[in-house]
Structures are given as C-alpha cells and as structure tokens.
C-alpha cells in the first residue's frame, strides 16, 4: 500500500547582482561577450592576484535583506570555500561562511487554498560566481567571463512542502528584487539559478528524511517539474522498502527525469577557512536606517492597497502590483484621470495588449501617463467615441505626442448632430435593404451590421449610442 510522506524543501537560490563589474575586480559583468574577453589575474585566480571588494554589491546584497525583513551583521567577513572543479580557477571560492550580511527574514507566499505561508529565511550572504563549461562533440571549454560576478544567495529554511509551494516562492522572490531593483533577474541569462533541497519521512516523525540536492535549476518550471518528479521518485523507493541516499541529481528536460550527479558533500568537505586577503565589511546602523527607510513597499502589501485605495478588483490589482514599472503607471494615471477603475480597464486590457503585440514595457513605450489620463478623459467627456480613442491610443503608445492635440489637429472629435447622423444613416438603408429587410423579419443583429455601416461611413467619428438609437426609431418607423 502506497503511503503519504511529509515532504520537506529548502532552497539556496543564487541571484547575480545588477552591478557593472564583478565583485572583486573591473572586469565587466556584461552577458553575450566574446568568451573569455571580460577577465583579469583576479578573476582567473593568478598568484599574487589581490581581490577588492565590489561596494555596490555589498550594498544591493542588504538592501534585499533589509527588503526581506533580515537582521543585518553590521560586521561581516569572507571565507574560502575550497573544492576542485574545471570552472573554478582558484580551486577555491570565496564566500561567506559564519558571517554572512544577512540573517534571518522570511517570504510570504500565496497558497492554493487562499492563504498565505510565511517561509523563514536562514541567512543571504555573498559570494563569486564560477566560470561556464562548454561541451561540444571531440571538445570542451570553459569560458572564464562569468568567473567572479557577483552572487547573492538566499538560504531558506525547508518550509517549502510542496512544488508548487517552492514555485510560488521563486515567484515571489523573484517579484520583490525586480521591485527593489537589485538583479535583472533573467532566467534566460542565468540571473537567477537554485539548489533544491528536498527530503521525506513518514507522518510522525519528526527528524528529516535523508535530503537530494537538484542542482542548477535555472527556471521556475523546471524547478517545478524536477521537484515533482523527485518526490514521486523518492516515495516510490520508500514505498518499496528502500532506502533513499544523499546524492547531487541534475533535472534532465528532455527526458522529464532526475539523474544522479555525484554524492553529496557536506560543509566540512570544503575546508572553510577565512578569507586572507579581505577586511571584514563594517556598516554603520546610521547607514543601515537610511537604506532602510528608502526601500519601496512589498509586492504583495502595494497589491492590497490598490485594490483598496482604487477599488479595482484582487486579481487586477495582482496583475498591475506584479510589476513595479506597471503599478507606478497606474497610479499615475489613476490621479491623472480620477478614477481608479477606469484607469485599471484601459490598463489592464488596451495598454497590456499593446505591450504584448510591440513587445514594449511601459517604461519603454512613448505613452505616458498623463497621455492615457488625457486619452480617458476626452472618452469620458464623450469628445472621441471609444474606437477612435483605441486607434489613437495605439499611434500615441508608439508615437507619443497629446491625445488632445491629434483630436483638434485632425478633427477626429465625436459627432453627436442629428442632422449629419441621418444623412449618414439614409445612405446606409439605401445601401443596404437586405440587411433592413433582414430586420423587419426579426434579425436583430442585423442592426449591428446596419450601425457598423454608419460608423464606416463616418469614418469612426459617429457617436455609437445615438446612431443605435436613431438607427432604431428609423427602422421602427418603416416597419410601423
């Protein structure tokens, strides 16, 4: 009989830092570079070769912890981390070890009942990126250009019991550092790359089971995919009476598979020891509350205020709150035009289709807030009908420029004159007796074609609703 096992996942997700050189010397941390053409004795591990600390890194490193709700060692210190492998050039690496920037914290992620999970936080702390290996059929190589970019890794405790719980984490995650701006956090890059601890044991007991590390994972799906496979995996064997063993497995995506790596090490294997050539970081707590107080709201508190302070819906606000660039667009355009809600449909349906068709974030489109504030009020005022305010919307996110100016410059305001829409409606019947026929006999939607001729021949400027209503008291008319 198949038995249910307490499931237990820990994460060590590493997020490579949005500085311009690497952490501890010039050399440029910019992606798609000649191999092998953005490196130094440093970060090729020379003797003699002296590392200097990366500021910035430093800084983005407790800024997120501060983000994440960590406490913050005012003095830290680096450690070598030794094991031998073909992308690291020193045969060490240097990390933190006992002494990390940040303790502590946790994530809240949203659960499928509804709810939330808080997910505790062991420490982030910062360390160098090792090289890439390449393998190609008769060769291999290893491109030294990503050896020392800067890392921040985040160490969870294994609060994680499901896949989907460690996919939504990495969401979050991944959501408050765009938010506070500290790593591009492009999967597609290797920005941001995990280590997924996973173990089981029967209900009852409460020691950990024997954990597998999944090693590189460096999509979210993939994580989710890996995670449920190992947990099938490992349930199996237990149910089979087997014993399940530490072991490093790798995600194989084509074949949907888990494959063991090598044996696990354990922290004693790799021989920390302090760093020689690094002064310990001292921050000051005045530094600490400054950066403190800078920091931007959560993701997930800004998702309820919208929604409360706008009255929009949980799941508008959710999608706008997503993305920091798109929820300050927002809220600009909220007080531009005065309503919330109005903001969020134009938001939510015309811009963000504009923003997938011309594959154009909003921060680097042509619309700007008070466009689309301007754009909605003239829709308000009932100057443009809504297909002119569509068309013009989509010249203005490519083009820029005043709504109100292209209404005035090109005569594109509404026309609402009885005596213009019934020169353009007379034409239309005349144009088009089948369709009148076609109503006489009961088709309503024949009256549709019939207002959709006018607006044609109007060239979009007609007011719909009173082309509707005039179209109808003619057709009652004849049919009378």
Known sequence: MK????????????????????????????????????????????PGAMPVMNREAVRLTLVSGLMLGCSINTTSTFDRKSYFYPDMPKNYQITQYDKPLCLDGT????????????????????????????????????????????????VTHPDLSSADEAAAFLTALRQILLYVGVSACNLEEGNMRCDVNVSLRPPGQDTLGTKVELKNMNTISGTHDALQYEIERQSAVLDAGGRIVQETRRWDVDNGVTIHMRSKEDAHDYRYFAEPDLLPIVTPPDQIDAWRRSLPELPAVRRERLARQYDIPDYDAAVLAADRALADFFEAVAQRCGTGKTASNWIMTDVLRLVTAHETPVTACALTPDALGELIGLVEAQTINALTAKELLEEVFLSGGSPAEQVRSRGLAQVSDSGALDGWIDAVMQAHPKSVADWKAGKQAAAGFLIGQVMKASQGKADPKRVGRLLGERLAQQNG
């Open 3 to 46: 038995q249910t096992y307490r499931v237990s996942i820990g994460l060590e997700v590493h997020i490579q830092l949005k500085t311009q050189t690497k952490l501890f010397c010039g050399c440029a941390t910019s992606f798609g570079a000649p191999p092998n053409s953005c490196v130094c004795p440093v970060c090729l591990g020379y």
């Open 107 to 154: 994530i809240d992620i949203p659960l499928t009942d509804g709810g939330r999970k808080p997910i505790r936080l062991i420490r982030i702390h910062l360390e160098e990126d090792v090289a890439k290996s390449m393998h190609e059929a008769g060769w291999s190589g290893v491109d030294f250009n990503r050896a020392g970019t800067p890392l921040m890794e985040i």
